[in-house]
C-alpha cells in the first residue's frame, strides 16, 4: 500500500487497455491496469522484457493513447482533451528518462537543457537560471560546456534527468533508466531519481528489471502479459 493515502493522485489509470494489432493479429500489450500515481513517491513498475512495462509507462505520460479504459490527469479525463491541450498538459507535467538518453550530441550539456525548455515556450533569461540549477542539481555544475561523448555513462544519464528535471515536472517516467550502466553507476541514478521524490515532491514512476531499485522504492507494483500481478 502507498504511504500517500491522503495525497490526490498526479494520474489515474482506471482499467486501461493498449492493444495493437497487425498481420490479422491482436497483441493486447496493456490488458486492464489500474493504477494511481501520487506526488512525492517512488513507484517501481517491475517486469521482463515484452512484460508491457514500456507501453504502460507511454500511456501514463501521453505518448500513447489506450485502446480501451480512462486516464485522468489531476482528475482530468484525457479522452475530452483536445490534441492541443492534451500535448500542452505533456509538455508542462511531465518529464521523460529513457535508457538510451536521447541526447543531442553535437550540443553541449546546457544546449541539451536549454533547447528543451525553449521547445516548452519558455523565455531565454528564464531557460538559461532553470538549465543552470537543473545540471547542478544533478551534478554536473563543472560539465555545462561539454557535450554528451565527452561524458560519462553516467553523466550522460544525469544530463537526461536534469532535463527532465529543469520542466519543473509534477511527474518523471524513467524507463530503464540505468540498463546501459554498470551497478555502481546504477546505483547513483537510483538514488538521484529517489532524491527527487523525496525532495522535490515529484512523482517519479521506473519501469524496470533492475533489482537495484527495489530497496528506495515506495511502492512495487509487478507486470506480466500485460497485467498488473495482484499483491
Known sequence: MSRFPLEPPVIQAQAI???????GLQVMAVNGVSLDIRKGEMLIIMGRSGSGKTTLLNLLGGLDR???????????????M???????????????????????????AFE????????????RQERRQRALEALKDVGLASRVAHRPYELSGGEQQRLAIARALAVNPTVVLADEPTGDLDS??????????????????VAVVVATHDVTFMPLAD??????????KAT
Open 17 to 23: 487497455e493498449r492493444c495493437f494489432q497487425g498481420g
Open 82 to 108: 483536445s490534441e492541443k491541450e492534451f500535448t500542452r498538459w505533456r509538455s508542462q507535467n511531465v518529464g521523460f528518462v529513457f535508457q538510451s538518453f536521447g541526447l543531442l550530441p553535437l550540443l553541449s
Open 184 to 201: 555502481a553507476t546504477a546505483k547513483d541514478i537510483a538514488q538521484l531519481l529517489k532524491g527527487m521524490a523525496d525532495q522535490m515532491n
Open 112 to 123: 541539451n537543457v536549454d533547447l528543451a525548455l525553449g521547445i516548452r515556450g519558455v523565455r
Open 219 to 228: 511502492r512495487i507494483e509487478e507486470i506480466a502479459d500485460g497485467r498488473l
Open 66 to 80: 489506450p485502446t480501451g479504459g480512462t486516464i485522468l490527469w489531476q482528475g482530468q479525463d484525457t479522452a475530452a
